[in-house]
């Protein structure tokens, strides 16, 4: 099974600042990565699949880059509903498995 | 807009069973494969199972396997999970969730708590 280590596990930040997240894998998952936005009391958000590539919908401050075994979402400029927790995941091994997560708070 | 709506949360014994569904609108039920996810403040989010769009393949995580059973009813646009013999590490919130771009899951339903306690 793949683990994947997300840093930091907090990121303390302004409005307006650039964020930076880090998700690593064991091993090579190709770009078969995503990144997921949560809430509390809300369900995972995907905001990126493939490593760079966003859904409809997902702001264009959100960019995933990376590949093979280590990832990067940042988020450009935090507007105050970015401050959750976000999850890496992968699925180009069986099973997928998910990242222990990084929590952005706000400064 | 895609919904997801989950059964409401229960309490269930050790060795007990229970069947969480999940219903969906707002798009086309059986184009679309299906997970489960589960969620829990010590182990984060575990992939639990998936279903073809037609119900033909299954596949589960190893620590659910031979205990939980995934099916689907595309007439009515609903999700199962069958599950058995619970044990108290199943305790866990349970989200249902869409598989697309491949297979991750994109939209995902509002939670299952499932207590398993005596």
């Known amino acids: 099974e793949v683990l994947l280590t997300q840093s930091p596990a907090t990121l303390s930040l302004s409005p307006g600042e650039r964020a930076s997240l880090s998700c690593r894998a064991s091993?090579?998952?190709?770009?078969?990565l995503a990144w997921y936005q949560q809430k509390p009391g809300q369900a995972p958000r995907l905001l990126i699949y493939?490593?760079?590539k966003r859904p409809t919908g997902i702001p264009a401050r959100f960019s995933g880059s990376g590949s093979g075994t280590a990832f990067t979402l940042t988020i450009s400029r935090l507007e105050p509903e970015d401050f959750a927790v976000y999850y890496c995941?992968?699925?180009?091994?069986?099973?997928?498995?998910f990242g222990g997560g990084t929590k952005v708070e706000i400064k | 807009e895609v919904q997801l709506v989950q059964s409401g949360g229960v309490v269930v014994q050790p060795g007990g069973s229970l069947r969480l569904s999940c219903d969906a609108s707002g798009f086309t039920f059986d184009d679309f494969a299906m997970h489960w996810v589960r969620q829990t403040p010590e182990k984060g989010l575990q992939w639990v199972s998936l279903?073809?769009?037609?119900?033909?393949?299954?596949y589960y995580a190893d620590s659910v396997k031979g205990r939980f059973t995934v099916s689907r009813d595309n007439s009515n646009n609903s999700l199962f999970l069958q599950m058995d013999s619970l044990q108290p590490g199943d305790t866990a919130l349970y989200f249902c969730a869409r598989a697309n771009y491949g297979d991750y899951p994109d939209s995902w339903g509002q939670g299952t708590l499932v207590t398993v306690s005596s």
């Open positions: 995941q992968q699925r180009d091994n069986w099973p997928p498995t």
């Open positions: 091993q090579s998952v190709s770009d078969s």
């Open positions: 279903i073809s769009w037609n119900g033909g393949l299954t």
């Open positions: 493939d490593a760079s």
